[in-house]
Structure formats: C-alpha cells, structure tokens
C-alpha cells in the first residue's frame, strides 16, 4: 500500500522536450506531446523521479488536494498460492520488499496472481518502487521470473534485467574467494531460512 | 547560556576541568532540498551547557595524526594529494584521451566536504599537467538523493574548475551492461563513457553494517557508479555478509579494468585526514584501506558499544542513518550492541536485510535477529534530511522530530511516508530535550552532529567514555583486530601497511 500525496507539474515554459523524464518514470505516467512532457496523473504514483532528473528543472512536485493509497487486496485469493510464489522467488510473503513504500513480497504476488505482467504494472497498482526508485527492481524482477513471465522492456531507463544472486553463484567462484571475508554459504542458508520461516511464529528479538 | 567553542586537536583536559571546557560546534546548516532551510534549525544540540567535547586522541591516545583539520588547512591537503599522485603511472593516458573523474556524495559530507573537493581539483590538476590531456570531466555519482552532488558542484565551484565538465549521476539515468564473474550487471553509462576512468573516493568506514568492512575501497562500483539492478542486487540477491561482492564483481570485469588508471583517496580517521593515497592497483589500496578502517574505526566504534543507556541527538545536514559523531554513523550505532566487524555474525541489527526479515507482526520471522541498540532510549532529531528510508529508525527507537517543518519535510518525501507515523514533534529542542530527559531517564546524551576531531556528549557520558576507553583499547589490539584481520584473509604482518 501507498500514500500518494504529491504530484508532477510540467512547467511548459521551460520543457525542452528531452523526454528524460519519460525514461526514468516507474510508472510510465509521462508523454511527450508537440516536444512537451506531460503526465497521465492516473498512473502517477508520485515517485518525484522526473522531478530529480529533469536537466532544467521544469518539473515541481505540487501537494494533491485529496491524497489517496494505492493498493492489492490479497483477502480474495489463496495465500497458499501467494507463499508458493513468493518462495520460488526466494522470498518470505511477509518480507518488506520495499524499504521505501513498506510493501511486502505477499502484495506483490498479489498483484501478479491477479494478472500483472510488469514491473510498471506492479508500481501502479501496489505503489512499489514509488520511494527511492532505486532498491526494489530485483525482489520485483524475481516475482515475475518465479511466475514465469518475462515483461518487455520499456523504452526508457526504467529497469535492464534481472541480476545474479547468490544461490546461483558457482562452487568455484565460491572457493576461490572463500577467504576474503565473503561467507556465501552461511549466508545462503541465512536466506533460505527466511523464506520458509513460519510468519505466525512472532519471535522476540534474540530468541 | 549557550557552550563555547573549542579548538579541535588543541584542548588536552582531565574530567576535573570538563566543567569549564566547551563544545566542538558543529557545521553550519546547510541549504538543500533534501533537509529543511537553515532558518529553521533554531539551535543546536551543542549549545546547552551541559554538553562537551571529547577529541578522539583524549580516549585513544594511539590514534593518528591527521593533516586536516589542522594549521596547514587545504594546503596540507593539496601538498598530500600531489605527493600521493606523484608516484601513479599515467603514461596509459594520451592527450587526445577523455578521462572521467569518478566521485561520490559522500566525501562532501566530511570535515565541511572542502577536503575532497580540493583531493577532486588535485587530480584534475594533476592529470591535466602529467599526460596533456583536455578531455577531463567529473561525474560524482549519489545515494538516494539524486540531485545531491549537483548541489555540491554548485557549492564547491567544481563545474568552473572542470571547465564545465561536472555533472551528477543517479542511479536511474541510462545504464550499460558489464558482463562480470558471476553474470551480467549494470553500470551507469555517464560513469564509463570515457577512454579512462579514475576513482577518487575515501576511506570513512560509513556504512559497514551493509559492507562488513569487506573490500571498502572498492564499494561504489556497485553502488554510486551502479545502476538500480545492481545496487538492488547488493541488498536483495547476495546476502548480508556477501553484498559487496557485487562491487568487486564489476571491478574485477574486463570492461572496467580495461578502463581503469588509478585510484586516489582521502585516508580517513574518526579525527579527520590522516593523509592521501593513490595507487593504480586498488587492491592494494583496498587491503591498506581495509587494515587501516579496522585499526582507526575498530576502537571508537566499540566504545560506542559500551554505553548502556543515552538519548542520541542528530543534528548534521544529511539523512538521518548518516549523521556521525567521531566518524560513526548513527546506522551504526543503532547496530552497537553488536560487533559489526565481526563477520561470524551474519547480520547487524540494522541493515537492509535485516529489516526485510521483520514480519508483519513486527517481530523477527527468524530466531537470531538483534534488536536496535536497546541502549538508545530516546532519539531527538533536531536536524537531519530526508532521501533516505528511515522509517525504521523511528519505528523501533523512540524518536522525536524538532519544528514543525521537520515534519512535514518527512510527510512529503516519497522515501519518508511513514516517518512520522512513529515519531512526535515537539515545537522546540528546548522542548524535545526537557520530554526526553524525563522520558528517558538519562542524563547521557550522545549528539551526530559531525563535530570535526572528535564527539560531542554530555558531562556524565563524557566520564564514562574517558573511563572505559583504556580497556576497549586493549581489547581491540589483544583480541578483536587479530580477528577481524583473519576473517578477512589478511595476515597479521599485513596490519602495519
């Protein structure tokens, strides 16, 4: 779930028509018309990425008058179906996916298991991704890879692809620097455990 | 009443006299569109009377010299760049070549950001006068703030000085594939699309709770030179102890190393500049770097582990985990009731995969996981930025946030949502001390303020720092370096380097 209590607004005045704000926005909100940006306020989230990379500061983040969230209801589906996925991706569905928005794996699956198909879908409906830009893709990335689908690039800087992790990594790669401080084993298993961790158990700290 | 200053590096007291010695005044405020403007911070942390200084060299007597702050100023730190630079092969480099000076945000944050500044004019200088070459651009790369090191270029005048060829990168710009070890990752495209590049950087421990002190000199190739999909592959796919290997999986590429000259950084202590180096072989910077962050940093960040109880005071211009007091981030001692060094423990009780392994409940969904530093019974946030996620922060230490504008800074940053959702305002530092003194019932406080040369605290902790710090010394000599130096596969005759 997301707040999304700012907007974009385009100063036409002092767009030059560069489109990098197109290339950077998560939600692909932004079009260029007659060599001008211009937002489709219905897919904004409110991620001010335009707004950071505009090379002429054209953009300004302005307050909605009604903020409002954006979210996936899980409640009508099979957390079952949501945890399978969520752990073929390597992922608890109560993991905080997004340090920024604070959603989790389980809203993500959600929102996959309800047809999204790309990470732009994602963003829009769940508000992932909507905060730093920058920390989340690959929790994203394995989602969608662990449903099996392959979203198409956009056009932009919006994401490459999906990335090595460390359960993949090779047992020679793993021996040859085993001794320089990288303790990829144990913190395979550190991983692993997370994933099948049992999210009723509520631990205290340290038990 | 209000603290007066004092002189970092000048003052030598006994705890008899800390009645009488005053603060270390931390900088200026700073403007940017990442904090609230200056005239909102009222006061300062270090202005009440009962506060004072400790100089690092005052807890530990072995901590070395620095060149800055100090009587030469910039021009010890210019003198020590050219001599550092003056044994770096630069012949790879032809006049007709373009070269790119990689930078990053955070050497701005230290001792005022002059220091790195001028380290970034002396190579361009340097460079320019050895190999005849024109083409010499900066491209300072960020954190979360993507136009952070735009404002520093600004400050520090550096796009007159690269003859308006400085410009910042962020993490979402146009990336390129580099094919690595372990598979394919992504660098920024502003950062390599010159015939050489050149890392100047620092060696500041900073956030060791996310590189464990594991090839520090070699993190912004995965981080500020790093597109998304990388640096979300340092915190999601290689685990807590692993994730820096995704820096040195991009360094050690064909592409990078084919572009790679040399690197030159500010050899940092937590009392200031303790020298340059340049090296055109950063692995060996990166074990002299490594030996030297245990040795400097290892001591005063377990000290900080000592203290049983205080109220923290962050009061820096920059977000909140990376306020610091003697050259340690508030993300780290948040995480001091561990020994962050030591690599046995797979996670500090902060860091990012830490905070992915709290469930709904808000309870650890493993067993194992330390709570934050039960010692920091209260946070009084008198001045720090946002761009950065530190909801967290504020949900598991009580915190409250100084003026109203403060606030709503936080309510608006996409990253910060949920700030305030677990903090309360008061309208006043005055305020927030007095509700926090009762609160809290301590009267130890600990302020992130980046006072230059040393830590400023409270009388009553001040006592405790000076008592304890001649058996934390030991310790760390006798028992933790040995440790922290065999996990990482350095020999223990590597530890004079």
Known sequence: ?207 | MTNKPITPGTNSFCSDEMADRGCIMPMAPRASQYGIAPEFVKKRLAEYPEMTSLTVKELFPDSPDVIYPGDKGMAGIRAAAEKALAKVDMSMIKPGQSVNILASHHGFTLLGGEPYAELLRVVYDVIAAKTGAKDIRLRAGVGLRFRETEEYIKRYKLDEHFKGKAKGMAPIDEGIAIQTEIGTLYGLKAAYDADWIIHVHNSDVREVHFHRQVDRAVKPFGMSYARIETRSTYHWNMGPRGANFTARSIFDSEFVKSKFAFAAFLDMCPSGVVGVRAENDLYALNDQLTVNGLKYYGKIMTLLGEIDECIVGLDFPCPVPYVFAAGVIYANFTGANQDLFDLEKPLPPYTWYTEAFYGKNGKPLIAGVSPMNPAIRMVVHNYAWGGYPSAFFSEHIPTIVVGQEQAELFDRDPQNLQYMSHAVTASSLDSAMHFAYETAKTDKVVIFDGAMGGINVSRSLAEMLLEKAPAVSARVDKELMPKWLKQRGIKPEKESL
């Open chain 1, 1 to 207: 779930m997301k707040l999304i209590s700012v907007k974009p607004v385009v100063d036409k005045d002092k767009c030059i028509g560069c489109g990098i704000c197109s290339k950077v926005c998560p939600s692909l909100a932004i079009t260029l018309v007659e060599r001008k940006a211009v937002v489709n306020e219905q897919d904004c989230r409110g991620c001010g990425g335009c707004n950071q990379r505009c090379p002429v500061y054209a953009i300004e983040m302005v307050k909605l008058d009604h903020p409002y969230t954006v979210s996936v209801d899980i409640s009508d589906l099979s957390y079952e179906a949501i945890t399978e996925l969520c752990q073929k991706a390597m992922l608890n569905p109560e993991q905080v996916i997004c340090y920024c928005t604070a959603t989790r794996a389980e809203e993500v699956a959600g929102a996959i298991l309800k047809g999204a198909k790309s990470p732009e879908e994602i963003s829009r409906l769940t508000g992932i991704r909507m905060g730093c830009k920058v920390e989340c893709i690959q929790p994203i990335l394995r989602l969608l890879d662990a449903a099996g689908i392959k979203p198409e690039r956009p056009a932009g800087f919006q994401w490459y692809g999906l990335t090595p992790k460390v359960w993949e990594i090779s047992e020679k790669i793993k021996a040859k620097y085993a001794e320089k401080g990288f303790y990829f084993e144990e913190d395979i298993k550190l991983l692993k455990e997370v994933v099948s961790a049992t999210p009723e158990r509520g631990l205290q700290n340290d038990e």
